[in-house]
C-alpha cells in the first residue's frame, strides 16, 4: 500500500538546523513536497519537487523559507529530505510530507496531493 512516513522532528533553539526525513513505499510519485501547519492557522506551503530521470530536479519554496530551507530527493530509496537552516520561532509547526502519482508540474496548493504522511512535530525555542 502507498505509505510516507516523516522524521526528523524536534526541538530545536532559534538559529538552529534540522533534517526532517520522507520515506515513501508502495509506489512512485511524480511530486514531492512538504507543507506545515500551525495551531490555528491554516496548511502553508514549504517546499516541492518534480521527479525527473535527469540529475537534476525541479524545485519550489515558500516564500518564508526560501533561502534557509532546501529539499533534496533520493531517486533509488523514493525519500524526499528537508534541510532546515536557520530556524526561526514562527516555523514551529507540523510538518507534512505530500505527494501525488499523476501531476507533471509543481504545485503549492495542498488539496492537489493525494497523499500524505502523519506528520512530525518541529518546536523552535526563542
Known amino acids: 500500500q502507498v505509505q510516507l512516513v516523516e522524521s526528523g522532528g524536534g526541538l530545536v533553539q532559534a538559529g538552529g538546523s534540522l533534517r526532517l526525513s520522507c520515506a515513501a513505499s508502495?509506489?512512485?510519485?511524480?511530486?514531492m513536497g512538504w507543507f506545515r501547519q500551525a495551531p490555528g492557522k491554516e496548511r502553508e506551503f514549504v517546499a516541492a519537487?518534480?521527479?525527473?530521470?535527469?540529475?537534476?530536479?525541479?524545485?519550489d519554496y515558500g516564500d518564508s523559507v526560501k533561502g534557509r530551507f532546501t529539499i533534496s530527493r533520493d531517486s533509488a530509496k523514493n525519500a524526499a529530505y528537508l534541510q532546515m537552516d536557520s530556524l526561526k520561532p514562527e516555523d514551529t509547526a507540523v510538518y507534512y510530507c505530500?505527494?501525488?502519482?499523476?501531476?507533471?508540474?509543481?504545485?503549492?496548493?495542498?488539496?492537489?496531493?493525494?497523499?500524505w504522511g502523519q506528520g512530525t512535530q518541529v518546536t523552535v525555542s526563542s
Open positions: 519537487f518534480r521527479w525527473s530521470a535527469r540529475i537534476t530536479y525541479y524545485a
Open positions: 505530500a505527494a501525488d502519482r499523476v501531476r507533471t508540474m509543481l504545485t503549492r496548493e495542498s488539496s492537489e496531493y493525494s497523499y
Open positions: 508502495g509506489r512512485t510519485f511524480s511530486v
